[in-house]
């Protein structure tokens, strides 16, 4: 397959993995070496001082894997931002992605504040890849503000729903000059072969993978869901039409016409 | 002395540093990244600052998430 160019980087896999939910580190681990990912998320929180758990460090290859953090949790701005250089002075590369959700219900992207924060860590020189709305509008000003990636949602985090957003992404995928990921909502591997067979330029899964018996097996079909999709796009789409088109030849029937 | 330590009251003796204080707690350093009075603490000042009343410290590590 082609490979993925983001911020100059050069990537395999278009299919990036979450690492949040899983049953058990090594089930994580396994799933994402089934996906053939290169960019893996975490996010950063408290440690629990009563009773210090693991760092999510000791289980991820970083040889192997971009380590995206994630500035989950973060209801605006500042807090974003402030997880942001929290990940950066823990030893990251500078890349974010950039999460602003308000709202606990829905977990919806807050599209001023996310726009906010992308300025000033952009200017603040991190490679910044935004979750977002589904907003054409708002995907120029990110890119505008100078982010690396656009990341607009297929369906709210973890609902499995699928490209809810299609016509939105479709026009967003149209506009941009920087690799669009189809993140969030992805919840089977036909979801995530449709949003790259319109064209976007990666996918990020992680409920989908944690929330199956099978990670494993789940994260190998959506390695070839993706694959498939891009080769479909690649290849190009045949034309939809309103009327049957035969596949066969229209003569020598045996028949007197 | 009374200590903000992840939001929760803490009392240490005077003088701790935190790189006591992550001994304390069986932390590696290199593990976690420290935020004290709302500044990071990089990892060459942070282990021999000395913490003070008052002080609000935050002690932040990398978990599983999407």
């Known amino acids: ?257 | 002395m009374n200590l903000l330590i992840n939001g929760e009251q803490r009392t240490l003796e005077k003088g701790t540093t935190v790189c006591t204080l992550l001994n304390q707690l069986q932390l590696q350093p290199e593990r976690v990244v420290l935020e004290l009075n709302r500044q990071i603490l990089s990892a060459a000042q942070g282990s021999e600052t000395e913490l003070h009343e008052g002080d609000q410290l935050e002690i932040i590590q990398f978990v599983g998430g999407g």
């Open chain 1, 1 to 257: 397959m082609d490979s993925l160019e983001i911020a100059g980087r050069h990537f395999n896999s278009r299919l990036m993995v979450g690492t949040g939910k899983f049953s058990s580190n090594t089930a994580m681990q396994q799933a994402i070496e089934a996906t053939a990912s290169e960019i893996v998320t975490v996010a950063l929180r408290r440690v629990d001082i009563n009773n210090p758990g693991d760092s999510m460090l000791q289980h991820i290859d970083r040889e192997r894997y971009l380590l995206l953090p994630n500035t989950s949790g973060a209801r605006d701005a500042e807090e974003a931002v402030r997880l942001a250089r929290l990940a950066r002075a823990a030893g990251c590369e500078p890349w974010i992605k950039l999460e602003v959700t308000p709202d606990p219900y829905y977990l919806l992207p807050d599209p001023i504040e996310t726009l906010k924060a992308a300025e000033i860590l952009v200017k603040d020189g991190f490679n910044v890849l935004p979750y977002m709305p589904a907003d054409p509008v708002l995907a120029r000003h990110l890119e505008e503000v100078g982010t690396v990636t656009l990341m607009p949602l297929g369906a709210p985090i973890g609902t499995n729903r699928g490209l809810r957003t299609r016509d939105l992404i479709s026009i967003i995928i149209e506009q941009a000059n920087v690799p669009v990921v189809v993140d969030a909502g992805l919840g089977a591997p036909s979801h995530a072969a449709e949003a790259m067979e319109m064209g976007a330029d990666a996918v990020l899964v992680n409920t989908a993978l944690a929330d199956t018996a099978n990670p494993i097996t789940m994260g190998e079909a959506f390695k070839k869901g993706v694959e498939a999709g891009r080769m479909a796009y690649l290849a190009g789409l045949g034309p939809q039409r309103d009327k049957a088109e035969a596949s066969s030849p229209l003569t020598g029937f045996l028949r007197e016409e």
